[in-house]
């Protein structure tokens, strides 16, 4: 038995679970758990387990290119964003993350 489960959390508690992706208010993050059961689990004991969900941003930096004027152009902020991007995308790689690109006409898929 697989399932995918959509979890609402905030700093305090699990604030929801869902099937779907969760609609979210401010200073919660959605987790997605994807439960697998191997079919001889099904018998006694309770089955227990600890998930610990990490920040993956733990120990990344993002080092910006230094800047001379306090005004930057639209070029200048898109160099920026794509260094970001590529290295938020490494860091991910590194940690065992899948990263993909957005659809082209920028829907959920």
Do not use: C
Not at 62 to 67: G, H, I, R, S, T
């Amino acid at each position: 038995m697989k399932e995918v489960i959509w979890l609402a959390v905030n700093r305090q508690q699990v604030v929801k679970m869902t099937k779907n992706p969760p609609d979210l208010k401010p200073g919660e993050i959605p987790v997605k758990l994807v439960v697998d059961v191997d079919p001889a689990a099904f018998s006694t004991p309770v089955l227990e387990q600890h998930v610990r969900i990490a920040d993956w941003r733990e120990g990344l930096v993002l080092a910006d290119p230094e800047l001379r004027e306090a005004v930057i152009t639209e070029a200048e902020a898109e160099m920026i964003r794509a260094q970001r991007l590529t290295a938020m995308r490494t860091a991910l790689e590194q940690r065992g993350y899948v990263v993909t690109e957005p659809p082209p006409d920028g829907g959920d898929g």
